[in-house]
């Protein structure tokens, strides 16, 4: 019976994290649905450009990794000012690196677009692609880090309805009244804007945690 409800804690804990995580392939595959209304090159330009995202991302990706069990070790042995001051360090990080790849994209935009397209339509869509997405960075890391603090502080739902919220309130939603309005500009501006307006909520998540009122 112990076994039992070990596991049940543990599911309790696991379950919404896998139903976000599981939900997100399907909202990319609806963007890409969306982003394919302006034609075959907007949709490589978006995989060319998604796999420039990863180089940003996967570096948010191993930090959240790290972050979770220090942030929960600390918490743990009650050392909440030393969780925080990690979770502090590691959003200066992830604000700081993504303003800089952003910055970098931003300026490079063409070299960068030479290097992954050669036809002349997806090359012009990537460009754009970098002009606008990159913006997106710092917020993403932001947001993903505080999921990680959510769920370390056992909010899973908590979390997990950023999460969602990101996806199906502001992410999809922004991208598909654009491509009513025939923008394509608008389908990729809804990248950075949902993820500023997710990190707003995130905070917001963020401050009702009452073991991290330092905040």
Do not use: C
């Not at 180089?55 to 220090?70: C, D, G, R, W």
């Amino acid at each position: 019976l112990g076994f039992f409800f070990h596991w049940k804690r543990i599911m309790a804990m696991a379950f919404p994290i896998v139903l976000a995580n599981g939900l997100v392939p399907l909202g990319n595959t609806v963007f890409v649905r969306l982003l394919s209304e302006f034609g075959d090159a907007t949709v490589a330009a978006y995989g060319a450009g998604s796999r420039i995202d990863m180089l940003v991302i996967l570096s948010f990706t191993s930090l959240t990794a790290v972050m979770a069990p220090f942030i929960g070790q600390n918490l743990g042995a009650g050392e909440q000012d030393r969780a925080y001051r990690g979770f502090r360090y590691g959003v200066v990080y992830a604000v700081f690196f993504g303003f800089v790849a952003a910055g970098a994209a931003f300026l490079f935009h063409d070299n960068i677009s030479h290097v992954f397209a050669t036809n002349a339509s997806v090359f012009r869509s990537l460009s754009d692609y970098l002009l606008i997405v990159p913006w997106g960075y710092a917020a993403n890391g932001f947001v993903m880090i505080s999921l990680t603090t959510l769920n370390v502080h056992q909010r899973p739902w908590w979390a997990t309805g950023v999460a969602l919220g990101h996806l199906f309130l502001f992410y999809l939603p922004i991208a598909y009244g654009a491509t009513l309005a025939g923008s394509y500009y608008g389908v990729l501006s809804a990248y950075p804007v949902s993820h500023f307006l997710a990190a707003s909520v995130a905070y917001y998540m963020l401050h009702r945690v009452e073991s991290f009122k330092m905040m």
